[in-house]
C-alpha cells in the first residue's frame, strides 16, 4: 500500500533531549541517503510517545518495533542491521527496567507509559453526539449490571471499597458520601452533578462533557439506584455551550433508547435528568451556593451542617459529585473495587486528570495515576518549561491552592500530600510558572480573582480579601515595609479561620504559600525596592549605558513620553520621573544600550 | 428505535454496532475513517474549518471516507489534531493540522501510506 518498504519515526518532541533527537534524526537520514534507500525508507519526526526518560526512542514500522536510548551514533547500525538485514538490535530494544525483559508488543510497551486514561478512555475517540458510539465503547454496561445484579447498598460498597475520592477539590471519600445520603430517609432524592469548572486555566470537566457526555449521565443513574433518587441534576456553567449543546443531545438520545426516564431497561428503575445553567459565579462551585442557586436564589453559601446529604435541593437529601468524580463510576463497577484501589497511592486512589498550563511547553490536559511526582508531569508528559527556562514554582488547586516549587518536584502528587505541601489537589489546574514570572504578583493575581468573585456575604471574605489585596498592590508598587509582611500573614490566617465557605477559606492560600517559599521576593519588593523577576513595573527603571549608546536618536524617537534627551551622536539619557516604563526604548535600541534595573 | 427493555437488549445492541462497523471494514469497499477533535480547544483553533475541508476535499478527491467530530484528546498545543485510521491499519493522530496539512495528510498518508511530520504517538496507557 504504502510506496516505501519502512518508515522510521524518531520522536522529536520537546521532552526528551531535544538535541540529541534532531542528530539522531539527522544520522537516520544520512545513513539512508548513504544506501541509496531514501525511495525505499521514509525517516518521519513525530512527537512524544510517552515513554520519556528512556528517550530518545525510535519506532520502525511495519512490525512496530520500539527502540529506547538512541544515541545519534546508534543510526547507522540501526539502517545497517534492521533496515538492510531485517534483524533488530537487540541492545536497543524496550526493556523492562528491573528485570531486563524485553518488552515485544505494543501492548507491553504501553504499561511503561507514564499516562493512565480512565476518566478521558473515550474522549477524542467516540462521537459525542452519537449514542450508538458510546454503547459500542461500553457505555451504560454498569448500568445494567448494577441495575439487575446488585442492590444498592452491594454498589455503594463497591465505590467505598475502590477509594474513590472526589475530584472537586476536597477530596472527600464518594462511597462514604453516597452512603450518607442513601440513608437519609426521604420521598424525594436527588443526583446533583457539579459541573461549575471555575478555576482559571482548569478545563478537564469540559472536556469530558464535550468528548463522553455519556460516562456522567450513567454514573448518575448508578448514583441515582443507590441513594435511592429518581432525578439527576447537572449545574452546568453557560460559558460552556457546547458541552451543554453536546449534554441536551446526549440525554436526548439517551432517553430515546430507553436509558434514561421510565423503567430503565425493564428493570422498573425510574430515573431522568435535568440541566440547571449557572452565570459562572466561582463560588457556586461550592456545593450549598450551587444549590441555591439551582433554587432560584442568590449563589450564596450556608453554614455547614447541615450538608447537602440531609437537606439539599429543596430541602431534600442531594448527593452532589463533580463531572470527573461520576466519569470514573462505570469502569469501577465493570472492573471492580480491587482494580481501581491498585492504582495510586495509599491514601489516593486511581488516576487525576490535570490542565497543564502556563510556562510549560504542552499545554493541555494530562490523566496520570496519583502519586505520579510534579518531576515527571512537568518534564516528561509536559515536555518542559517554555524556552528552556528555570522552573520557578507550580500553582495548584487554582486561586484556592498554593503553590509548589523545586523541593516539591519528587513529591508524588496526591491529596494528602499536597495538603503537607501547603497546597491543595483542587480540581486539577496545573499553573507552571518559569524564572520570569514575579510571585508577588501571582499572589495578587489570584487575589484579584477571589476578591472579584467573592459573593460578599460574610464580612472577613468581603472586606478581608480587599484589604489583603490592597496590600500586595502596596508591596508591588514599592511603598510596602517589613510590617505590611506580618500583616499579610495573619490577616490571612484570620480570613482562613473566619470565613463562611471554602471560597473564603482557601482565598488566602496563594498569599501564604508565596510567602512561605519565596519570602526573598517579598523583601526584595520591600528592602530593596526592587522585583526579581523584573515584573513589577513600578519598581522597574530603564537605564541607558553610556558607554554602548552611539546616540542614534532612535530610543528618543520611539518614547511615546519623550522622556530621553541628549545630543545626536551622544550618550543619551531617560528623565526617570517622566518614563512610563513602557520599554518602546529597549526594543528600539541596536545597541543593547538600555537594560532594566 | 425501539427502547432497551433488558441488560441483554444492550449488549445485543452493542454487538450489532460493532459487527456492522466491522462489516464496513471487512467489505469490498474499505473506507478511511477520520477523527476531527472538535472539543471547545479544537474548535477554537480552526477544526470546524479542517473538518469542512476534508469531507469536502475526499468527496472531490474520490477517497470513500468517513469523518466524525470528536471530543478533544488533552493534545491543546497541538490543536487542531485529527485521527486518520487507513483500513486494517492502527490508528496515526496527526497535530498542528491546517488546510495545507490536511492536504499533505490525504496526498500522502490517505493516498500512498506515507507518513508526514506533526504526528503524536500514543503516549498513554488506556482501559
Known amino acids: 500500500m504504502s510506496k516505501y518498504r519502512m518508515q522510521i519515526l524518531v520522536c522529536t518532541g520537546t521532552s526528551c533531549s531535544a538535541k540529541e533527537n534532531e542528530d539522531l534524526y539527522d544520522n537516520l537520514c544520512l545513513e539512508t541517503e548513504a544506501f541509496a534507500l531514501e525511495n525505499e525508507i521514509k525517516v518521519v519526526k513525530t512527537g512524544c510517545f510517552g515513554l520519556c526518560g528512556s528517550g530518545p526512542i525510535v519506532k520502525i514500522m511495519p512490525g512496530e518495533v520500539i527502540y529506547t536510548n538512541v544515541t545519534p551514533g546508534d543510526a547507522a547500525e540501526i539502517v545497517t542491521e534492521h533496515v538492510l538485514k531485517g534483524r533488530p538490535v537487540e541492545r536497543l530494544l524496550c526493556r523492562e527496567e528491573h528485570t531486563g525483559r524485553i518488552l515485544a508488543t505494543e501492548q507491553e510497551v504501553a504499561r511503561h507509559r507514564k499516562q493512565l486514561r480512565i476518566v478521558l478512555r473515550n474522549c477524542g475517540i467516540i462521537d459525542p453526539e452519537n449514542i450508538e458510539e458510546a454503547i459500542a465503547a461500553g457505555a451504560y454496561e454498569a448500568l445494567g449490571k448494577v441495575l439487575t445484579e446488585m442492590t444498592p447498598e452491594g454498589a455503594i460498597k463497591i465505590i467505598r471499597d475502590s477509594g474513590l475520592r472526589g475530584r472537586g477539590g476536597g477530596g472527600f471519600p464518594t462511597g462514604l458520601k453516597w ?163 491498585n492504582i495510586g497511592t495509599e491514601k489516593s486512589k486511581g488516576t487525576k486528570v490535570f490542565a497543564l498550563a502556563g510556562k510549560i511547553n504542552n499545554v493541555g490536559l494530562i490523566e496520570v495515576p496519583m502519586g505520579t511526582t510534579l518531576r515527571e508531569v512537568i518534564y516528561e508528559i509536559g515536555g518542559g518549561i517554555r524556552n528552556g527556562k528555570k522552573f520557578k514554582a507550580a500553582q495548584t488547586g487554582g486561586p484556592s491552592g498554593g503553590c509548589l516549587t523545586e523541593k516539591h518536584l519528587d513529591i508524588p502528587i496526591d491529596f494528602d500530600n499536597l495538603l503537607a505541601a501547603g497546597s491543595m489537589m483542587g480540581s486539577g489546574g496545573l499553573i507552571v510558572m518559569d524564572e520570569d514570572d514575579c510571585m508577588v504578583s501571582v499572589a495578587k493575581f489570584f487575589l484579584e480573582f477571589t476578591v472579584e468573585e467573592s459573593c460578599g456575604k460574610c464580612a472577613p471574605c468581603r472586606i478581608g480579601n480587599k484589604r489583603l489585596h490592597e496590600l500586595l498592590e ?122 532594566i534595573q | 428505535m425501539e427502547t432497551i427493555k433488558s441488560p ?120
Not at chain 2, 441483554?8 to 471494514?25: F, M, Q, S, W, Y
Not at chain 2, 479544537?42 to 475541508?53: N, T, V
Open chain 1, 179 to 341: 452512603e450518607i445520603a442513601s440513608r437519609n430517609k426521604s420521598d424525594e432524592k436527588y443526583v446533583v452533578c457539579n459541573a461549575d469548572e471555575g478555576d482559571p486555566g482548569a478545563f478537564m470537566d469540559r472536556s469530558v462533557l464535550e468528548g463522553d457526555p455519556h460516562a456522567v449521565l450513567e454514573a448518575m443513574a448508578v448514583c441515582g439506584y443507590c441513594i435511592g433518587a429518581a432525578t439527576g441534576l447537572i449545574y452546568i456553567r453557560a460559558e460552556y455551550p457546547l458541552a451543554v449543546a453536546r449534554l441536551i443531545t446526549a440525554i436526548n438520545q439517551a432517553r430515546e433508547y430507553g436509558l434514561l426516564g421510565k423503567n430503565i431497561m425493564g428493570t422498573g428503575f425510574s430515573f431522568d435528568i435535568e440541566i440547571r445553567y449557572g452565570a459562572g459565579a466561582f463560588v457556586c462551585g461550592e456545593e450549598t451556593a450551587l444549590i441555591h442557586s439551582m433554587e432560584g436564589l442568590r449563589g450564596e453559601p450556608t453554614v455547614k451542617p447541615p450538608f447537602p446529604a440531609e437537606s439539599g435541593f429543596r430541602g431534600k437529601p442531594s448527593n452532589v459529585n463533580n463531572v470527573e468524580t461520576f466519569a470514573c463510576i462505570s469502569p469501577i463497577i465493570l472492573k471492580g473495587a480491587e482494580w481501581f484501589s
Open chain 1, 474 to 595: 502596596h508591596i508591588t508598587n514599592g511603598k510596602g515595609t517589613m510590617a505590611d509582611l506580618e500583616r499579610l500573614k495573619n490577616m490571612s490566617l484570620v480570613i482562613k479561620d473566619t470565613s463562611l465557605c471554602g471560597l473564603g477559606q482557601s482565598s488566602p492560600n496563594p498569599v501564604l504559600s508565596t510567602l512561605e517559599n519565596f519570602r526573598d521576593e517579598y523583601e526584595a519588593h520591600v528592602m530593596a525596592k526592587k522585583c526579581p523577576a523584573g515584573q513589577c513595573r513600578s519598581l522597574m527603571e530603564y537605564f541607558i549605558i553610556e558607554a554602548n549608546c552611539v546616540g542614534c536618536t532612535a530610543c528618543a524617537r520611539v518614547c511615546p513620553v519623550n522622556a530621553i534627551s541628549g545630543e545626536r551622536k551622544e550618550p543619551h539619557v531617560i528623565n526617570q520621573e517622566i518614563c512610563i516604563k513602557c520599554g518602546a526604548c529597549k526594543e528600539k535600541c541596536k545597541f543593547d544600550a538600555i537594560i
Open chain 2, 8 to 127: 441483554a437488549d444492550l449488549r445485543k445492541l452493542r454487538e450489532e454496532i460493532l459487527e456492522r462497523a466491522n462489516r464496513k471494514e471487512n467489505g469490498t469497499k474499505q473506507k478511511v475513517r477520520i477523527r476531527v477533535h472538535s472539543g471547545t480547544s479544537g474548535l477554537a483553533s480552526g477544526a470546524k474549518d479542517i473538518y469542512e475541508f476534508l469531507v469536502h476535499e475526499l468527496g472531490k478527491r474520490n477517497i470513500d471516507a468517513v469523518v466524525i467530530k470528536t471530543g478533544d484528546m488533552g493534545y491543546c498545543f497541538a490543536e487542531p489534531t485529527i485521527e486518520v485510521t487507513l483500513p486494517g491499519q492502527q490508528p496515526f493522530v496527526f497535530g498542528y493540522v491546517d488546510r495545507v496539512k490536511a492536504d499533505e495528510i490525504i496526498e500522502k498518508y490517505i493516498k500512498n501510506g506515507e507518513l508526514t511530520e506533526g504526528i503524536l504517538p500514543v503516549n498513554y496507557q488506556t482501559i
